[in-house]
């Protein structure tokens, strides 16, 4: 199970996300050092500063394969070969509508593109070609398979079977993986690209890997067309907390940021793996248990990735919490009306619309 990272190609399709170059190294630096496997460095023929960043990018010690992106021309097809990436990834739809209202093509003249591109890649001599069937979560599966097939036939390496929409759910990504991968046998890889429009685009690609894909595709952030892409952080955390699979996630934060600021966005308080509110709490039954184990409400400590946790009192603030805070405080919850005190963290809490800071909740605890 691998991921090809394609913050730089995807992610910068982004509505309004420019990256400059110098962004641009920082971001594949901080994935070469998270580690991942491949990462899509562009669109050849289109990004002008492609062929620097190649070359910038293969001094980077530890480096991941780089591979980039090529329409289904010839003179794309040679601007591709020129930069000399490890992996050169093309597409084709295969799904009715654009095979026939996007493209003006039927079924077998679309089978002929795919051989023609395929064959031209090859004499380009380009190692590996990786094949995206686009739309193929609206095709006709059995077109779908025919493709791939066809694909294999050709010379191609990997097919990348594309959720163009976002409308696959995880269970469909699971049987579509696995009857793929009965199909075309262990010769050749499966990769996977999946929207988030429905909010399944990290769960979509990790049951496509589990099912048995060789890759899923994803960016930092999620950035992409519309709602995005599976995102990195969600995935390699995933895969190394939960799968064991060694990725270096104390680079997660760093590379987020980085991502963040290059794109101009912020992130979520509560955004997964990446949110500096991950781990604030004020409710009563959660800070009662944090207190005996944090394990018992936290799927992993906040240091993996960099963050910390943050205590406060509030509405939802119970008689443990406010009588540890009191402990905090030097104050001996024994001799005092805690309950009393709750209402009192309660009232003021709602009144202001938030929790209390430090200085509010210890000026109601020692009154």
Same mark, same amino acid.
């Given at each position: ?14 509505? #309004? ?22 990462? @899509? ?15 910038? +990018? ?36 295969? *799904? ?5 209202? =996007?493209?003006?093509?039927? =079924? ?6 795919? @051989?023609? *591109? ?18 193929? *979560? ?17 010379? $191609? ?20 993986? &696995? ?28 049951? #496509?890997?589990?099912? #048995? ?47 963040? *600021?290059? $794109? ?10 990446? +949110? ?24 992993? &400590? ?15 603030? #119970? ?31 709602? &009144? ?16």
């Amino acid at each position: 199970m691998k991921i090809i990272d394609s913050t730089l190609r995807e992610g910068e399709q982004c509505f #309004g996300v420019y990256f400059t170059l110098q962004s641009r190294k920082d971001i594949l630096a901080r994935l070469a050092a998270l580690g991942v496997e491949e990462v @899509e460095l562009g669109v050849a023929g289109r990004d002008t500063d492609l062929a620097e960043l190649m070359a910038w +990018g293969k001094k980077l010690p530890r480096r991941p394969l780089f591979s980039v992106w090529a329409a289904c021309r010839q003179q794309d097809l040679r601007a591709a070969a020129a930069l000399e990436p490890d992996r050169l990834h093309i597409g084709v739809p295969v *799904s009715d509508p654009h095979i026939t209202t =996007r493209l003006g093509l039927t =079924r077998d003249t679309l089978l002929k593109l795919l @051989e023609t *591109s395929l064959a031209q890649a090859r004499s380009l001599e380009l190692p590996y070609v990786s094949l995206g069937l686009e739309d193929a *979560s609206r095709a006709d599966p059995a077109f779908v398979l025919q493709a791939a097939l066809a694909a294999r036939d050709a010379g $191609a390496s990997r097919v990348r079977l594309s959720d163009t929409v976002g409308v696959w759910n995880p269970l469909a990504v699971a049987e579509r993986v &696995a009857s793929m991968r009965q199909a075309l046998g262990r010769g050749m890889d499966i990769g996977l690209h999946c929207h988030n429009d429905f909010g399944l685009g990290t769960a979509n690609a990790l049951a #496509g890997l589990m099912a #048995g894909a060789d890759f899923a595709d994803a960016s930092v952030l999620g950035l992409g067309e519309r709602a995005g892409l599976a995102a990195t952080e969600e995935l390699a955390a995933y895969m190394t907390l939960r799968l064991g699979h060694p990725y270096a996630v104390a680079e997660l934060r760093g590379l987020c940021q980085t991502v963040a *600021s290059a $794109a101009g966005q912020n992130i979520a308080a509560r955004k997964a793996i990446a +949110g500096e509110g991950l781990f604030a709490c004020e409710t009563g039954l959660h800070l009662h248990a944090l207190a005996k184990d944090p394990v018992l409400f936290e799927p992993f &400590a906040p240091e993996t990735f960099g963050l910390r946790r943050m205590a406060a009192l509030g509405k939802k603030s #119970g008689r443990a919490a406010v009588a540890a805070k009191l402990v905090d405080l030097g104050l001996d919850p024994s001799g005092l009306d805690v309950e009393a005190l709750v209402l009192r963290i309660r009232a003021a809490a709602e &009144a202001l619309g938030r929790p209390l800071t430090e200085e509010e909740a210890a000026g109601i605890l020692k009154d």
